[in-house]
């Protein structure tokens, strides 16, 4: 996928989205999205051969590897990443649909450059979805790896192991400073997608709460 393209598909949730949606944009692509395919792919990308424990015996390693190591951190990573940009196609698509429509001279909005009507609950559900999405990745994360660490030696004793033996990971530190930082930009996107909501619901109350005193006024 070129920056091209990318550019392109995000051209609509920019466009209906506020200063914190754009926010949220450079946050996934420019942090998450170059940290992933920058740095972490490569330090993450031989670690069941850099997984080394005190035995020799034959599937001992491999056993204790898959349980340590369910699901790859990095396999996990992209997958997060996929998904929690997966909402912001609904805008695009409830946006390319309107300007389809536009094309035939319906409006379906009286000033596109705002986010209202049909558009604004489309909007409020990516929203959601993205913080769900989330929400559930930070929550796999800790479930499947008890926490956010990354040891330096776990004790393994699962067969074929004849005995508890010692397993090492290799560049601890390394893994978890970027570990760190992911779970960070992360925790980040859902504080400014439950800001963006919050400020739209607020806008969106705020605005028919006007038109309701207007009415009265008048």
């Known amino acids: 996928m070129s920056w091209e393209y990318l550019c392109d598909l995000l051209s609509g949730v ?21 940290i992933y395919v920058a740095a972490a792919e490569n330090i993450w990308k031989y670690e069941h051969d850099e997984f080394e424990c005190n035995i020799k015996q034959p599937g001992c390693e491999n056993v204790c590897f898959d349980h340590f190591f369910p699901v790859s951190h990095i396999r996990l990573w992209a997958l997060q990443l996929i998904i929690v940009s997966t909402p912001s196609l609904l805008v695009v698509f409830h946006v390319a649909y309107r300007e389809n429509r536009e094309k035939h001279n319906q409006k379906l909005y009286k000033n596109p450059g705002k986010i209202d009507g049909g558009l604004l609950c489309t909007y409020l559900i990516s929203l959601i979805l993205k913080t769900g999405f989330e929400i559930v990745f930070l929550v796999l994360f800790y479930k499947l790896y008890n926490g956010f660490k990354i040891p330096r030696l776990v004790k393994c004793d699962i067969r074929p192991c004849p005995n508890t033996v010692d397993c090492y990971i290799s560049k601890p530190t390394e893994k978890m400073i970027f570990l760190y930082f992911l779970v960070a930009t992360s925790c980040l996107c859902i504080i400014l997608n439950l800001s963006e909501l919050s400020y739209l619901i607020f806008k969106h109350s705020l605005k028919c709460h006007l038109k309701k005193y207007m009415k009265k006024q008048q």
């Open 14 to 34: 920019n466009k209906y989205s506020t200063g914190i949606g754009r926010i949220w944009v450079a946050v996934v692509f420019m942090f998450r999205l170059l």
